[in-house]
């Protein structure tokens, strides 16, 4: 499997190292960055380029659905797809990070297969 | 299962049902500590003992639902949580024990919420906040209603509490 690089976006950390391990059991050969806001995401992403993104939505400093509505404002960001994983998982929330430019949506609490499910055909896998 | 009705306004106030809500936040919390931690766990009867424990995780819940739900452990059941969610022995969990209790608050508001018809669209979660210490108390400066459940795990009891305004 090809090479990604994923920035995992959450406050917790934890969870980050949670979402590693699951993408590095769905099969990936990961480098990963990790930020604990959009804001701090979006500063990694002026000095970096990655293939993935999975974020959180209830942050503080800057919330994830603000992160993926700025994320579309950007060319050369726009393109990159964006997985939520989070705890607000209500309808209004999904409906509202898709239309944003999410392309897939994760459930806490998850398994490493749901993990699986979602993130491998956003990369075409 | 018994679900709730809600008014018709804008930003509907869920009617309080203990009967109903009880096992729920009981099935919230038992599949956060299964799906994340693979840990099966045994819910005990309530009791009028005081909570003991220096770790507690509270997380906020404003909209249709306004109050606080909040998990209070041994430091030594915090340790061994965030072993468990890390894949890790708990004697090398360090300040990792305060953010995996936060985050396991978080995900049982989260997925009590969304059991609720129609509450989850309406009710935002703040970010986790951790207390450490024993020697506390809590006053609402509203009334309200409080739900309790209590599980063993890893031979200590843990507290899980909802605390509602009205």
């Given at each position: 499997?090809?090479?990604i ?46 293939d993935l993104i999975l ?25 990159v797809p964006v997985v939520m ?17 999410a392309k897939g949506y994760i ?10 499910e979602h993130v491998l055909p956003v990369l075409g896998l | ?166």
């Amino acid at each position: 499997m090809s090479h990604i690089r994923a920035l995992i976006v959450d406050d917790s950390s934890v969870m980050r190292k949670i979402v590693e391990r699951s993408l590095r059991q769905a099969g990936l050969d990961l480098a990963v960055l990790e930020a604990s806001n959009g804001a701090e995401a979006l500063g990694l992403l002026d000095t970096n380029s990655v293939d993935l993104i999975l974020s959180d939505i209830n942050m503080p400093v800057m919330d994830g659905l603000e992160f993926v509505r700025q994320l579309q404002t950007v060319d050369k960001l726009r393109g990159v797809p964006v997985v939520m994983i989070t705890t607000e998982g209500s309808e209004s929330n999904v409906v509202q990070a898709l239309s944003l430019g999410a392309k897939g949506y994760i459930r806490k609490p998850f398994t490493p297969d749901q993990v699986k499910e979602h993130v491998l055909p956003v990369l075409g896998l | 299962m018994t679900m709730t009705s809600f008014s018709q306004s804008p930003l509907p106030t869920a009617a309080f049902d203990r009967e109903a809500w009880t096992p729920l936040l009981a099935l919230s919390a038992r599949e956060v500590f299964d799906i994340m931690l693979g840990t099966r766990l045994k819910q005990q009867p309530p009791s009028a003992d005081p909570h003991v424990g220096e770790f507690t995780a509270l997380v906020g819940l404003a909209g249709s639902l306004c109050g606080v739900l909040s998990i209070r452990c041994a430091d030594q059941s915090a340790r061994i949580m965030a072993g468990k969610m890390l894949g890790m022995p708990p004697e090398e969990v360090d300040n990792d024990s305060w953010d995996a209790l936060g985050e396991i608050a978080n995900m049982i508001a989260g997925n009590f919420k969304n059991k609720l018809s129609g509450v989850g669209n309406n009710c935002m979660l703040s970010v986790p906040t951790i207390i450490v210490g024993r020697e506390y108390e809590t006053h609402s400066l509203a009334g309200g209603h409080t739900i309790e459940v209590v599980f063993e795990f890893e031979q200590q009891l843990l507290w899980v509490t909802l605390k509602l305004q009205e």
